[in-house]
């Protein structure tokens, strides 16, 4: 399966990658679904809902933000986010859809990432956009206010809330346009998101899953699934596909 990927990867003329919580495990962030899910813990209608934001920020800021700030203050990128950067390098992957709002693919050095469900690095002022950097933001105010009195929100995108328009319109492009899907770490339950492979193989891509356990993708629209964590998995695909880039290339003495 490993020498499969590599070699599909290598061959890729635009290749697309979505990922999900799952990419981010193995730098310490819990996913949401699932064993040790952060959904497990708290009720994500009580506390990622726009609606429940919007009655009481204090509550959601004190819980739900203060659980994800803690955690991604710290992380830093995997050997799944090295390797989506290096198959930039490398010309394979062009674009990283994400649902994650950690900021990892950038931090590992990829550059054109769309980011679905927004960031979590910024928190924006309700009355005047202000950006604050999270890592910035004083957690003894509850919750923390903007110089105008304004109350500050994650730049990430809540459960009743829009996706981005641009965001969409983008991920929707670049899924019509790939010709290989690489998908990894992502449950592919939460919709807008998890149509991305669909249309990515309505168009004639392959779509490659990298996940420990199977999804809804895996028999309806996978091509294959790898299975395993992915910075196990990404670091053993790029090892292959760079042994196969120094085997293709021509001796000179
Ligand atoms: N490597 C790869 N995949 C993993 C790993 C790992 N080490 N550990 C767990 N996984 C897989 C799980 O098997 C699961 O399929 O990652 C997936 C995580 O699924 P979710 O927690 O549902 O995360 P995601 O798909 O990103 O969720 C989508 O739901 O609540 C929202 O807004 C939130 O963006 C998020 C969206």
Known sequence: MIKRAAADLAAARFGVALTGAGISVESGIPPFRGKGGLWE???????????NFMRNPA??????????????????????HKGLSTMERLGLIRTIIT???DGLHQAAGSTDVIEFHGNFAWQRCMDCDHMLETRK????????????????????????EMIPPQHL????????QC????????SA?????AFMPVIAKENGAKVIEINPEPTPLTSAVSDYLVQGKAGEVMSRIVAEIQAQHVSAKPFSP
Not at 189 to 193: D, E, I, N, S, Y
């Open 59 to 80: 509550k959601v800021w004190r819980v739900l933000v203060g659980e994800m700030k803690g955690v991604i203050d710290t992380a830093e990128p995997n050997d799944a």
């Open 179 to 186: 010709d290989v899907m690489l998908v990894v770490g992502t």
């Open 189 to 193: 339950v939460v919709q807008p998101a």
């Open 137 to 160: 933001v004083d957690m003894r105010q509850m919750p923390p206010r903007c110089h105008c009195g304004g109350i500050y929100r994650p730049d990430c995108v809540f459960f009743g």
């Open 99 to 101: 649902q994650n709002v």
């Open 41 to 51: 813990k708290i009720d994500p209608m009580e506390f990622a809902h726009i609606d």
């Open 169 to 176: 319109a983008r991920s929707r492009q670049v899924a019509t």
